[in-house]
């Protein structure tokens, strides 16, 4: 049976790439605060009108309880993905901007670390070697040309957005996991909707007392900073919906078909030319994938 938590993440996966591509074409007007910004200032009512739909399609007798432990989850998690995209905008104006990205997404293999040493979570000998196979897939595809150096500050804002964006994700789970008395779908939603709130209201008032002219910025580029908001409120809830039922690396491990529809989106969309290198990347991705829904 092909599992619910296999459709939310690929759906992720696929709202990602676009997201990723619409949050570089503002980072080009905008600065580093307003792309990160853009993540959650339009997500935030569909949030809440996704929860809305929830009860609506099942009212839950229970009241949600959120326990002290679920709020730090919550604003660690926040946090953490704030400054995960940061550096990831940041990495937009490296010149060797696609090594950097292949260490950002080394974010499966610091989960599975993490989540292994720190927080009891289990892989198979199957799942390891679809997680290890993934990150090699993954830098192959954007180690670039032969020519291409990398830099210690490349380096270093890479690794850093990869090991924030993992602990965001393990939190995220953690938080849900402290929801036990809903259904799946409930508690991610929850987790969804006020880890938004938190990283719109904290950045709203960061831009506010320190940079209005970002938001003039913002304004401007109206249209596309909303299609940044509903790529990345799509992409969260299919992310946060997986990990709410599968182990965060797993996820990820088979989230890294984003790289497949990054590539489309490059070849079709922005009329870019693939390497030849792709063709074998692809193929390791692919079977990372498999290996890991197998696991």
Request: hydrophobic residues 60%; glycine residues 6%.
């Amino acid at each position: 049976m092909f599992s619910s938590w296999i459709l939310f993440t690929l759906m992720a996966a696929f709202m990602q790439s676009w997201r990723n591509a619409f949050q570089k074409q503002l980072s080009a007007t905008v600065d580093v605060y307003g792309v990160t910004l853009a993540r959650f200032l339009f997500a935030l009512p569909f949030a809440q009108l996704y929860i809305t739909w929830l009860y609506y399609q099942q009212d839950i007798p229970v009241k949600v309880q959120f326990t002290d432990r679920f709020w730090l989850y919550v604003v660690i998690a926040g946090s953490s993905q704030i400054l995960a995209t940061i550096l990831m905008v940041l990495l937009f104006k490296q010149k060797n901007y696609a090594v950097g990205v292949g260490l950002a997404k080394s974010e499966a293999i610091l989960a599975a670390l993490i989540g292994v040493m720190l927080l009891q979570e289990h892989l198979t000998f199957l799942g390891w070697a679809g997680v290890a196979i993934g990150g090699a897939a993954v830098f192959l595809l954007s180690k670039g040309g032969p020519q291409q150096q990398l830099s210690l500050p490349t380096l270093a804002i890479g690794i850093g957005s990869g090991l924030s964006f993992a602990i965001t994700s393990l939190l995220v789970r953690e938080a849900s996991l402290e929801l036990t008395h809903l259904p799946f779908l409930h508690r991610a939603a929850w987790v969804l909707l006020c880890v938004i709130a938190f990283q719109c209201i904290t950045m709203l008032l960061y831009l506010l007392i320190f940079s209005r002219k970002t938001l003039q910025a913002m304004w401007r580029r109206i249209g596309l900073t909303f299609r940044v908001s509903v790529c990345s409120f799509m992409a969260s809830l299919g992310w946060f919906t997986a990990m709410s039922m599968q182990s965060v690396a797993i996820v990820k491990t088979l989230g890294q078909i984003e790289i497949l529809f990054s590539l489309l989106i490059s070849a079709y969309f922005f009329k870019e030319k693939l390497a030849r290198s792709d063709h074998w990347g692809l193929l390791l991705v692919v079977t990372a994938a498999i290996m890991v829904i197998w696991a």
